[in-house]
Structures are given as structure tokens and as C-alpha cells.
């Protein structure tokens, strides 16, 4: 395949990378400092000229990067706080995000083997430890930082889940099944691994595609993100890495080594 073919339409930046290159702009136009607040929602919509959602999910790219915190309120309340200047970490993400239409899907795969299969051992690392310090699992006993967060992703893993078995068609499906690996990712509790694996979600979105209309039937991906949910739940790394390791080799049978 040429890299022309490639960069079909769908592989464009998507309205909310541009997003994050204006509101980076934005902040270093309007000389805003460390603990400033960006304006809500609606009226970065209305300033950037574009849809509150692609403006929400901008700031949750941000947020994930450390860049801004949110902050609920109304009126002068509303909108996210600067917690750091983008620099240079927010330029190499657009890039990577730009980039991606040239990828191959072994890149593509092979990175996700990569970053998904430690997530997977480090979340039920993390759940393991937890659950030997509190086999009862009170909300009490249960207060490191990480595991509640490695808590809150698996619950966002069940409802994706949930969600796919409900899709009507193979886009649909897809929607969820990126939630699941993106809430994978952030199960691992490590900000920059979420980051790059938000980069790839236009690269796992035009394969995993492809790769669903290819299969079918979704019972036997649904039955892996069920084995990889309940691996990380139990606290067992290694089924939770082998897991992952089955369902990329199921969705993507020709991206093997040999291929």
C-alpha cells in the first residue's frame, strides 16, 4: 500500500487535535500563567470556532498530560486551570498524532502489544497488592491513589464492554472498543502511556475497523476483553498480559511477526 492510499479521509486530524494546537496557542497569546483558568466550554467553542465536544475532548488530552486540571463550577468558576506550560511534550503529541496515516498496521499493532500487555500486568499488579492488604475489599482499606484509579478504569473496561455488546453495527462497536483499551491504558496509572495511546486512537480506529467487518462476529473479541477484564480484576499479571496477547493475535491475524 502507497503512503497516497494511506492517507484516506478518514486518517485527517480530527477536529479536536486541532483543538489542542489552537488552545496552545491560545495560551501562550494571551501570556497565561501557571494556576490561570481557561474560559469554559462553550466559549472556547465559540472563540475556536468549533464543536464543545471536540473542545472537551481537547481538554481531556490536556488534562491527561498534566497540563490543565478541571474544574466543575458556573460563571467565573467554570473551565480548566493551567497547572503547567505545554512546551514541548504537547507539540511532539500532535506530531505523533499527525504522523500516524503512515503507519503500518504492524507498527501500529506491535506498539499496542507493547503498551497494552504492560498496562494489563501493572493494573492487576496493583489490584493483586491491594487485594492481599485488604482481602475483604472495604472502601476503607482501599486508598492508595493508584488503585483507586486502577479501580475506576476497570469499571470504565465493564462498561465498555457492556456498551459493545449492545453496538448495532461495527463503527459503533469500535467507539467502545477503543474506550476499552484506552480505560486499559489508564488502568496502568501512567499518564504518558495514556497519552500515546490516545495519539493512536485514529490508527486503532481505521484498523479495528477493517478488522471487525473482517471477523464478523465480535463474540470471540468480546470474550478476550472479558478474560482481560477479569485477569486485571483478580490481580493475576500474567493471564492479564497473555490475554492481551490472544486478542490482538484474534483481531489481527496477519500482523504477526511472519507476515
Known sequence: MTTDERRRPDARPRAFEE???RIEERIGADGLTVGDRL?????LAEQLGVGRSSVREALRVLETLGVVAS??????????VLTSRPGNALTDLLRLHLGLATLSMREVIDTRLMIEQWAAARAAAANAAANAAAPARTAEARTEPQT????????????????????GDPAE???????FHLAL???????LIVAVMRA??????????????????????????????RAIEDGDAGAAAAAVAEHLARAYPDSGPDS
Open 200 to 229: 493512536l486512537r485514529d490508527a486503532l480506529r481505521r484498523y479495528a475497523v477493517d478488522a471487525v467487518v473482517r471477523l464478523g462476529d465480535t463474540g470471540g473479541l468480546q470474550d478476550d476483553h472479558r478474560r482481560i477484564h
Open 71 to 80: 474544574q466543575a463550577g458556573r460563571g467565573p468558576d467554570a473551565g480548566a
Open 185 to 191: 491504558a489508564e488502568a496502568a496509572g501512567n499518564r
Open 39 to 43: 474560559p469554559g466550554e462553550r466559549q
Open 173 to 179: 462497536f469500535v467507539e467502545h472498543d477503543i474506550a
Open 148 to 167: 483507586a484509579e486502577t479501580q475506576t478504569a476497570t469499571a470504565r473496561m465493564a462498561e465498555a464492554i457492556a456498551a459493545m455488546d449492545a453496538a
Open 19 to 21: 483543538v489542542l494546537a
